[in-house]
Nanobody, 116 residues
Framework: QVQLVESGGGLVQPGGSLRLSCAAS????????MGWYRQAPGKERELVAT???????NYADSMKGRFTSSRDNAKNTVYLQMYSLKAEDTAVYYC??????????WGKGTLVTVSS
């Protein structure tokens, strides 16, 4: 059974940092491209970052320079390091695992709240 479990969310003040983790099981992690998405209240889910199975990263424009994604294939885990957080970064953050044309797997998300 495939499981993606996000962790690391919480309450942080504006300007603060958080590191999210997504631990995968039930898949051959190293061959999957991984993605981070987020969904704010009342808004559609949006792309945050992707990291290919080879480690190439891509970020949404509003996250460039503030967010960094990395992966540790030995731990079957992908990370999202977030800096300079803003109130508008408040959302549930999800990770997904994608391989080729197959439907991606999704985690259940972790809530990030940026507030003073």
């Amino acid at each position: 059974q495939v499981q993606l479990v996000e962790s690391g969310g919480g309450l942080v003040q504006p300007g603060g940092s958080l590191r999210l983790s997504c631990a995968a099981s039930g898949i051959i992690f190293s061959i999957h491209d991984m993605g981070w998405y987020r969904q704010a209240p009342g808004k559609e889910r949006e792309l945050v970052a992707t990291i290919t199975n080879g480690g190439l990263t891509n970020y949404a424009d509003s996250m460039k320079g503030r967010f960094t994604s990395s992966r540790d294939n030995a731990k079957n885990t992908v990370y999202l390091q977030m800096y300079s957080l803003k109130a508008e970064d408040t959302a549930v953050y999800y990770c997904n695992a994608r391989r080729g044309v197959f439907a991606p797997y999704w985690g259940k998300g972790t809530l990030v709240t940026v507030s003073s």
